[in-house]
T-cell receptor, first 114, second 115 residues
Framework: KNQVEQSPQSLIILEGKNCTLQ??????????LRWYKQDTGRGPVSLTI?????NTKSNGRYTATLDADTKQSSLHITASQLSDSASYIC?????????????FGAGTTVTVRA | DTAVSQTPKYLVTQMGNDKSIKCEQN?????MYWYKQDSKKFLKIMFS???????INETVPNRFSPKSPDKAHLNLHINSLELGDSAVYFC??????????????FGPGTRLTVT
């Protein structure tokens, strides 16, 4: 079972609407959580990075939240645009002495329609 | 200037061949990575090098051998290619690996097709 679960797997929204993507994780010990946007045919681009002490971070119309107690994160997209159509990937990092791991979610594919 | 570049962008080859993918970053970063993204878009880390030393080595076949001649380059050599190796391979770099969350910058990807 993957240690980072994302939902929904895919969603379709109309341009201008808002949407929220979920990421639940069981990875431990927690170091940080990242959200990436990956356009078709391109490499992922970082949207936000949050550490244990941060519970919200924004990047333009993207706002990520983190609840380290419940091990949940969300990515909210406000006033969606056609260019928001992409895959959104949640990544959780752990860091122990001599051990550094990244755990990836399977991604949520967002399609924005006019 | 491209921050993280990979060559080639597309690679089509036959089973059993040996091939290499090259990666270069001009960001002055100390850490570089190789990722594999399968047909279901699931991204998996394969290797990571920090200052030319291997720090992450996930369970990948030993047919895959990364080589870091210097901090700016991390090449991936694959021996005896198999059909299951078909995927998109991404190179990435970050300033460092540590308790601070350093941002990773990804290359454009290399689509490998094994026939």
């Amino acid at each position: 079972k993957n240690q980072v679960e994302q939902s929904p797997q895919s969603l379709i929204i109309l341009e201008g609407k808002n949407c929220t993507l979920q990421c639940n994780y069981t990875v431990s010990p927690f170091s940080n959580l990242r959200w990436y946007k990956q356009d078709t045919g391109r490499g992922p681009v970082s949207l936000t990075i949050m550490t244990f002490s941060e519970n919200t971070k924004s990047n333009g119309r993207y706002t990520a939240t983190l609840d380290a107690d419940t091990k949940q994160s969300s990515l909210h997209i406000t006033a969606s645009q056609l260019s928001d159509s992409a895959s959104y990937i949640c990544v959780v990092s752990t860091r122990e002495i001599n051990d550094y791991k990244l755990s990836f979610g399977a991604g949520t594919t967002v399609t924005v329609r006019a | 200037d491209t921050a993280v570049s990979q060559t080639p962008k597309y690679l089509v080859t036959q089973m059993g061949n040996d091939k290499s993918i090259k990666c270069e970053q001009n960001l002055g970063h100390d850490t570089m990575y190789w990722y594999k993204q399968d047909s279901k878009k699931f991204l998996k880390i394969m290797f990571s090098y920090n200052n030319k030393e291997l720090i992450i080595n996930e369970t990948v076949p030993n047919r895959f051998s990364p080589k870091s001649p210097d901090k700016a380059h991390l090449n991936l050599h694959i021996n005896s290619l198999e059909l299951g190796d078909s995927a998109v391979y991404f190179c990435a770099s970050s300033q460092d690996v540590g308790t601070r969350p350093y941002e990773q910058y990804f290359g454009p990807g290399t689509r490998l097709t094994v026939t």
